[in-house]
C-alpha cells in the first residue's frame, strides 16, 4: 500500500488499533493471485473482494482512515464519485480480520440509527448520483443510465431503485424536469437487480445465459469500476464452458503442480507460511488467462477471425500414443511429473462418472464436461511434450557411433525444436526452469515436512542438470534458415555443366525449326 508498506503483513491488527469504529477507505487493484479464476466464488454485488481470505493486501492503496458510518459514507460519496478508475473499498476490522461494508449496508445503517439525518442524507446521496451522471464517459445523454448502475450496485442493500427524494433531488440538480428520466432511471436500477441477482447466486440459464449477462455488465463497466471484476468473472465461466478456450489455456499454462501440492499442504497447516509462486510461471499463468479471456470476447463478441487467429497462433499438440523415453526417464526421476500425470489421469478418468450415490449433485453441464476433457486431453499432451524436453535437457541422449557428421547439426536443431513445441521457446523453456529452480530452494529452506524438503532438494537438482545442458546448446532458430553461399555453388555448377548430348541435339533441332511467330519470306 502506498501509505501502509511497513504494515501490510498485519494491516487487520494495524487497523483494528485505530479505534473500534475506524474503517480504511481504500483502492483495490486488481487481483494478482494466479489461481483466482480457480477459486473465486461469484462476486458480491457492491464488493470488491478486498476481504477474501489469503488476499493480497499490496492491491489495497490506502486513501485514508474514517471514524464513524457517517463520515464514512460522506468520505466514500465524494471519493468514489470523482474517481473512476479503480474502486474504492470501505474495509474495517472484526477479531483480527477485514470486513468489507458496501455504501448501502451504512446507508441503511444510518437510517436505522435513533438521530438519522434524513435530509442531510438524502442531500448527500442526490448529490453524488448527479455527480456520477455528469462524469459518465458516455456523456450527458447516458449519464442517467450510468448513475443508475452505479446506485444498483453499490447501494443495493439499502433499495433496489433510487427512493424518490434522492431521485427527485438529483433530477433538479441537473434541471431535469421530464418524468421519462425518472423512469428511465427506476427502471434500469429494476432490470440490473435481476442480473446482479443472477451474478450473485448463479441462476444462469447455461452458456448463453452467462453470454447476455457477459455483453449487460461489460457495456456498463466503464461507468462503474466495480463490475470490471465481475464481467472478468463472467468470461471466465464461458471459457470453462467453451473447449477451444480451454484447450487454449491447456497449451500456454505453465505446470504448477509443485505449487498446488505444497499449498494444499499449506492450508492444512494454518501456521506454515504459504508458498510463493516464482515469477516466471506468475507471468506466464497471467498471460494465459488474458489470452484464454481474449480468445472468449473476440469468440462471443462476434469477431471470429479474430478468436480463430489466437487459436491458429497456439496449436493443440496432437497426442501420441506411447511416452517417449526421455519423458519416461524424466517422470521416474521427478516427483513433480509423477504427480501432474496423475492428477490429469485421475480427472480424465472422473470427467464421465456419473453421481450415482444418493445425494450427489446432478449430472454437470454438458458443455462444461464437453470443454474440461478437452481441457485434459490437450494437458495430456502437452505434459508429454514438456516432459520429453527436460528428460532430453537433463539427461541428453548421446549421438549413435557411426553417425553423419552432417546430421549431428540436425539432432541439435531438433532438440530447440521439441523446446519450442513444448513451452513456445528455448528461452520461455528456461525461464520456466530458471524460476521452478528458486521455487525449490526457497522450499528446501522453508523446512516443513522432511519428505518435501527432500523432493524439493531433488527436483532443484535436476533442473538445474536440465539448465547447464540448455546453456550449453547454440542459439539457434526454430525453423531452417536458407544457405545463400550453399545455393550460389549449387546454382554455378549447375549452369557450368556440360548437357547431355541428347539435349544439345534436342536444342539444336527447336533452334534450325521456324518459330510459330516468325514470319517466313519467300525466295525467287
Partial sequence: MSEQDSRADDFPRWLA???????????????????????????????????????????????????????????????????????????????????EYTPGELVAQQLRAPAAEDVQLTRELADWVYRRQTQAPQGLELGWTAAATAWSWYMRDVAVALPPSVLARSLALAGEEDDVVGELMV???????????????????????????????????????????????????????????QQLRAVLEPDITDYLHDRTISDQHPDAAPPRLDGPRTAHLAQAREAVRAYTAAAYSGRDSEAQQLLDAFP??????????????????????????????????????????????????PERLHAK?????????????????????????????????????????????????????????????????????????????????AESVAEAALLTAARATLDAQPVRPAYALLDEQLIARRVDRIMSAPAPARLRASVAGRAAAPHPGTAIGIQS
Avoid at 464513524?68 to 473499498?89: C, H, I, N
Avoid at 435481476?194 to 444462469?204: P, S
Avoid at 513433480?336 to 450415482?356: G, I, N, S, Y
Avoid at 530447440?416 to 528458486?438: C, D, K, N, W
Fill in 373 to 453: 476433457s478437452a481441457y485434459l486431453a490437450a494437458r495430456d499432451a502437452q505434459l508429454r511434450l514438456q516432459h520429453d524436453a527436460l528428460g532430453r535437457l537433463a539427461a541428453p541422449t548421446p549421438l549413435p557411433d557411426g553417425l553423419p557428421e552432417e546430421l549431428h547439426g540436425v539432432a541439435a536443431h531438433g532438440m530447440q525444436r521439441r523446446l519450442a513445441e513444448a513451452f513456445g521457446s528455448p528461452e520461455r523453456a528456461r525461464q520456466v526452469i530458471e524460476g521452478r529452480i528458486v521455487y525449490h530452494h526457497q522450499q528446501s529452506e522453508a523446512g516443513g515436512q522432511q519428505e518435501s524438503a
Fill in 316 to 365: 493443440v499438440p496432437a497426442r501420441s500414443l506411447h511416452v517417449s523415453g526421455p519423458a519416461r526417464a524424466w517422470r521416474e526421476q521427478s516427483a513433480t511429473a509423477r504427480a501432474a500425470v496423475h492428477t490429469v489421469t485421475a480427472l480424465r478418468a472422473t470427467a464421465t462418472a456419473t453421481a450415482a450415490e444418493e445425494g450427489a449433485d446432478p449430472l454437470p453441464d
Fill in 187 to 245: 427502471a434500469t436500477t429494476l432490470t440490473l437487480a435481476g442480473l446482479y441477482d443472477r451474478l450473485e447466486h448463479g441462476h444462469h440459464d447455461g452458456r448463453a445465459g452467462f453470454v447476455d449477462d457477459w455483453h449487460a455488465i461489460e457495456a456498463l463497466a466503464a461507468d462503474v469500476p466495480g463490475l470490471r471484476e465481475p464481467a472478468g468473472w463472467l468470461l471466465d465461466e464461458i471459457a470453462l464452458m467453451d473447449a477451444s478456450a
Fill in 17 to 99: 488499533g485505530q479505534g473500534t469504529d475506524a474503517c480504511a477507505l481504500a483502492w483495490v487493484g486488481a487481483d494478482n493471485d494466479p489461481l483466482r479464476w480457480m477459486t473465486a466464488p461469484a462476486p458480491g454485488v457492491g464488493r470488491t473482494g478486498a476481504d477474501r481470505p489469503g488476499g493480497d493486501p499490496s492491491r489495497l492503496v490506502l486513501q485514508e482512515i474514517t471514524h464513524g458510518r457517517s463520515e464514512t459514507l460522506r468520505q466514500w460519496l465524494q471519493l468514489e464519485g470523482d474517481s473512476t478508475d479503480e474502486p474504492l473499498a470501505i474495509i474495517g476490522a472484526t477479531d483480527g480480520r477485514l470486513r
